[in-house]
Every structure is written in structure tokens, then in C-alpha cells.
């Protein structure tokens, strides 16, 4: 069983960053490909971003490229994903996951095993 943590959440305005943190119990971190994912009110949960285990491997959805980054530090259990250029419609609750799939297969809410409680993630016009 793996438990984990998303914190980093806040109020921001537009233009700014964020990091948000994934910590993980339990040590088989590294076995797992890690997603971020984020849920704003009235719509259904959407992929964010996908990291492979080792972190060699990352995809983004459109709406985030060039603007977000998603890395892993296994020696720590601790996923990130830092939000730079922040928009209004990135207002969402943020939520971590893990599963056992090749990254490539992981851009959609199936599959995932282990979910974070969500941080959530404002940003003001």
C-alpha cells in the first residue's frame, strides 16, 4: 500500500508559479510511473502530466506544454510538478497517482492504483 501527499497548493496570480509536491510512503516509489492530474469544479478529472520511473520519460497535455514541469526524486519518494506562467483556467484541484504502466500508456485516470487527496491550485486574473 502506498500513501501520498500532494502539498504546494495555494493562491496565486496570473503570471505566477507554483510547485507542487508529491510525497510517497513506503519504498517502491521508483516502481511506480508517477501523473499529475487536476479537477476544476463542474468538470471531470483531466491529465496534467506523466513521468516514467526513472523520470527519463515525460508527456503533457496541450494545455500545459512549455509551461509546466514534471520531475521525480526517488532517493526522496517525492514527485514535483513546478507551474510557471499561471493561467485562470488552471484553477483546479491538483492530484498525484501512481501505477505500474509504461508512461506511455498513462495519460488517462485508468490504471492508476495510488491517489493523492489533491492540493488545490487558484490563480486570480
Known amino acids: 500500500q502506498v500513501q501520498l501527499v500532494e502539498s504546494g497548493g495555494g493562491l496565486v496570480q496570473a503570471g505566477g508559479s507554483l510547485r507542487l509536491s508529491c510525497a510517497a510512503s513506503g519504498r517502491t516509489f521508483s516502481t511506480y510511473t508517477m501523473g499529475w492530474f487536476r479537477q476544476a469544479p463542474g468538470k471531470d478529472r483531466e491529465f496534467v502530466a506523466v513521468i516514467s520511473r526513472g523520470g527519463g520519460s515525460t508527456s503533457y497535455a496541450e494545455a500545459v506544454k512549455g509551461r509546466f514541469t514534471i520531475s521525480r526524486d526517488n532517493a526522496k519518494n517525492t514527485g514535483y510538478l513546478h507551474m510557471n506562467n499561471l493561467r485562470p483556467e488552471d484553477t483546479a484541484v491538483y492530484y498525484c497517482?501512481?501505477?505500474?504502466?509504461?508512461?506511455?500508456?498513462?495519460?488517462?485516470?485508468?490504471?492508476?492504483?495510488?491517489w493523492g487527496q489533491g492540493t488545490q491550485v487558484t490563480v486570480s486574473s
Open positions: 497517482a501512481l501505477n505500474l504502466l509504461p508512461s506511455y500508456e498513462s495519460r488517462t485516470i485508468k490504471g492508476y492504483d495510488y
